[in-house]
T-cell receptor, first 116, second 111 residues
Framework: NAGVTQTPKFQVLKTGQSMTLQCAQD?????MYWYRQDPGMGLRLIYY???????DKGEVPNGYNVSRLNKREFSLRLESAAPSQTSVYFC???????????????FGQGTRLTVV | GNSVTQMEGPVTLSEEAFLTINCTYT??????LFWYVQYPGEGLQLLLK?????DKGSNKGFEATYRKETTSFHLEKGSVQVSDSAVYFC??????????FGSGTKLNVKP
């Protein structure tokens, strides 16, 4: 009954370091997403993947890259971390494949990232 | 474009009080609407949803009605409990698998 699993749960980076946030879902969903959550700003979409092999930019993609490794896994990479990337990152998945967005997204527990 | 606006918090209520959290949206076409809840230290969980105009979503005593004429999806509960303390997010789901979230409203319920 895992759903969406994110690793790690917490991470502290120094400015300029790189890291990859991992996300996996076991619900056979087509779509996967990465969001960041900042105080007073809700969730903002970084990147999403509508299906295996495709990725698209969201609202705030700068400074990030993603890989849809297979249907289950969608990773988010910070190549050179900056303090502005301090945030809580959420991965989500949805069975949606094109068309009207009438199915919900399922969220992981989040990764709290601090860049010093 | 598509966007969601919800009332700023925090909202502080006494147990058994009536709750309303306002949410309005801007969208072209026919989005689906959602309320998510986030408990401290956890991810977002779907609370309820409505997929077309005049639909009412309900769950755990919470309700929201999709009002196309006023572009609103206000969340209501008749009698809140301390365990309802959380952050509530209104969201819309639209074409090409995108979801748009409001900024969240923190609810504090005091015994």
């Amino acid at each position: 009954n895992a759903g969406v699993t994110q690793t790690p749960k917490f991470q502290v980076l120094k400015t300029g370091q790189s890291m990859t946030l991992q996300c996996a879902q076991d619900m056979n969903h087509n779509s996967m997403y990465w969001y960041r959550q900042d105080p007073g700003m809700g969730l903002r979409l970084i990147y999403y993947s509508a299906s295996e092999g495709t990725t698209d930019k969201g609202e705030v993609p700068n400074g990030y890259n993603v890989s849809r490794l297979n249907k289950r896994e969608f990773s988010l990479r910070l190549e050179s971390a900056a303090p502005s990337q301090t945030s809580v990152y959420f991965c989500a998945s949805s069975p949606l494949r094109g068309g009207v967005g009438n199915t919900e997204a399922f969220f992981g527990q989040g990764t709290r990232l601090t860049v010093v | 474009g598509n966007s969601v606006t919800q009332m700023e918090g925090p909202v502080t209520l006494s147990e058994e009080a009536f709750l309303t959290i306002n949410c309005t949206y801007t969208a072209t076409g026919y989005p689906s609407l959602f309320w998510y809840v986030q408990y401290p230290g956890e991810g977002l969980q779907l609370l309820l949803k409505a997929t077309k105009a005049d639909d009412k979503g309900s769950n755990k005593g919470f309700e929201a009605t999709y009002r196309k004429e006023t572009t609103s999806f206000h969340l209501e509960k008749g009698s809140v409990q301390v365990s309802d303390s959380a952050v509530y997010f209104c969201a819309l789901g639209y074409n090409f698998n995108k979801f748009y979230f409001g900024s969240g409203t923190k609810l504090n319920v005091k015994p």
